[in-house]
């Protein structure tokens, strides 16, 4: 076996970019976007504005944010013949498939291969109108065009339902705190991709691909899903308990960073229980339920609630289907994975690690009867 080497299993404590763009604290939960804490950027700004934060490293004044807002306002179209594929599509297919398809496609139709701002902000401005005309094509409702009066946020529920719903301030506070998280899987995977000089709808369908996966952005939907099988209250114990008794994962529980409460958690959970009392919310008192059970039980893992535990709840609020949650998550992502790629490529070189082999060596070619030979 090859033992020059360390295999540092899922890369853990391993650093391969120094970068600007965001800092957590795993032990105290903190996020902080480019010197901003996160708690304070939910309370005092929104999408478009944060968006320009985390892209240009500084917030905007009054003649960018209207340059941002504008940008991400004119670029949201798709190309005809695009849509018209999309149409073709089987009715079944999964939206994190059909986002990844459509954002590839995307490259065919692009002049520029570069990886710009530009680009980004194109791309950014596009993914709301891919999900919003998927929902709508599989649902076999008429398509709703963009509005370029809306804000990003408000532009996309307005795609999806025809109408901006009550509250969509907190759609909008939810996509910032999606937007960034340092070297997270998908980033780490888009910043590989990115390196290697590849073109932008190539990181972002690298980036979206990886996304997918459950122990990634694909929990949230899995976390509603659950919630939907445990059906109520009561039942929670005996389903988790069964979970826990089988050693199998809890999905929205547990992060490679935090050892404590997710800070997006957290912040999510105090808005739904604000909601919960004037409204009524699907699946909250089941949360609950099911975060008590889990933080006692793994009390010395320190696995507690991430940010998909609750962002479900919120979507279903809004009437937005489980299978689209991780879209709502690259919807926002796209940002962060973006701002890594550039900034990685100030100072580029190929990511290019190792395996240690621990396969036979010296084995000899034999003939096998009855196989013809090459040639
Ligand atoms: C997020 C996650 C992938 C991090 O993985 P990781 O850093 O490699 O941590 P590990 O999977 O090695 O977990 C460490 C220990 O905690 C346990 N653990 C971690 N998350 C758990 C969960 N959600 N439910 C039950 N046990 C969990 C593991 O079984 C492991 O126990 P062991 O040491 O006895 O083997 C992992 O916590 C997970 O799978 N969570 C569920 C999926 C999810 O919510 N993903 C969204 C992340 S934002």
């Known amino acids: 076996m090859d033992i020059d080497f360390d295999v540092k299993h899922g890369l853990e404590g391993v650093a391969v970019a120094i970068s600007s763009i965001s800092y957590i604290d795993g032990e105290k939960g903190k996020l902080v976007y480019r010197g901003f804490e996160i708690e304070d950027l939910v309370e005092n700004s929104h999408f478009e504005e944060t968006a320009y934060l985390i892209w240009f490293s500084s917030l905007p004044n009054e ?16 190309p005809k013949k695009i849509i018209e594929m999309m149409k073709s599509f089987p009715k079944n297919a999964h939206p994190m498939g059909v986002l990844r398809s459509v954002v590839s496609l995307l490259g065919m139709y692009s002049k520029k291969d570069s990886s710009t701002l530009e680009n980004a902000i194109n791309l950014t401005a596009k993914i709301p109108t891919i ?23 408000e532009n996309f529920l307005y795609m999806m339902f025809g109408e901006i719903p009550k509250h969509s301030d907190l759609f909008d506070k939810a996509l910032i705190l999606h937007l960034e998280q340092g070297m997270n899987a998908s980033t780490f995977a888009s910043t590989v991709t990115a390196s290697t000089l590849s073109d932008i709808y190539s990181i972002i369908t690298t980036a979206i691909g990886t996304l997918k996966g459950p122990l990634h952005g694909g929990a949230n939907e899995k976390v509603l899903n659950m919630f939907k099988e445990i059906k109520s209250v009561e039942n929670v114990e005996p389903y988790i308990y069964t979970l826990i008794s089988n050693k199998e994962k809890i999905m929205g529980f547990g992060h490679r960073i935090y050892k404590t409460y997710d800070p997006r958690a957290k912040i999510l959970k105090h808005w739904i229980k604000d909601l919960f009392l004037k409204d009524n919310v699907e699946y ?16 010395e893992k320190k696995i507690f609630p991430n940010v998909d535990f609750y962002s479900g709840i919120l979507y279903n609020y809004f009437n937005i289907p489980s299978e689209f949650f991780t879209t709502i998550f690259a919807m926002a992502r796209i940002v962060g994975w973006t701002a890594h790629a550039m900034e990685y490529r100030k100072n580029n070189r190929i990511f290019r690690p190792r395996s240690i082999y621990n396969g036979p060596k010296g084995l000899k070619y034999k003939e096998v009867k009855g196989v013809e030979k090459n040639g």
């Open 284 to 299: 909250f008192e089941i949360a609950l339920k099911v975060e008590e059970i889990v933080i006692k039980e793994f009390k």
């Open 63 to 78: 003649n960018e944010i209207d340059f941002i807002t504008s940008m991400l306002a004119k670029k949201r179209t798709l």
């Open 131 to 153: 999900i919003a005309y998927w929902y709508r094509i599989k649902n076999n409702l008429p398509l709703i065009p963009p509005k370029e009066s809306l804000k990003h946020s």
